[in-house]
């Protein structure tokens, strides 16, 4: 069983920047591709961006596209979200999970671990 714990969240104004970080423990594949999702208030949980096993290739939701960086270092079993240029429309809890295939415009990746306890993030206009 995966183990994820989320980090880095907090209230930033807009325009400012966060780093996620997601650390994994317990039995891990450092081969699976991963993924960061968000849920904000009332809201279902969606997609913002994946990362392959090497870091070689990266997917993004058209909404964080150009602000959002995704990345690993699996010598750390961790996944890291750069945010920058935030806006009040980010603000949601913020979730790591394994992920079956990077996605595509037609099918957004599936989280396919159990899901962590998320970090928050707030963005104030």
């Known amino acids: 069983q995966v183990q994820l714990v989320e980090s880095g969240g907090g209230l930033v104004q807009a325009g400012g920047s966060l780093r996620l970080s997601c650390a994994a423990s317990?039995?891990?594949?450092?081969?699976?591709?991963m993924g960061w999702f968000r849920q904000a208030p009332g809201k279902e949980r969606e997609f913002v961006a994946t990362?392959?096993?090497?870091?070689?290739?990266?997917y993004y939701a058209d909404s964080v596209k150009g602000r959002f960086t995704i990345s690993r270092d699996n010598t750390k079993n961790t996944v890291y979200l750069q945010m920058n240029s935030l806006k009040p429309e980010d603000t949601a809890v913020y979730y790591c999970?394994?992920?079956?295939?990077?996605?595509?415009?037609?099918?957004?990746?599936?989280?396919?671990?159990?899901w962590g306890q998320g970090t928050q993030v707030t963005v104030s206009s």
């Open positions: 999970n394994q992920v079956f295939t990077l996605g595509t415009s037609r099918t957004p990746p599936a989280p396919s671990g159990s």
């Open positions: 990362i392959n096993w090497n870091g070689g290739t990266t």
């Open positions: 317990g039995r891990i594949s450092s081969a699976k591709p």
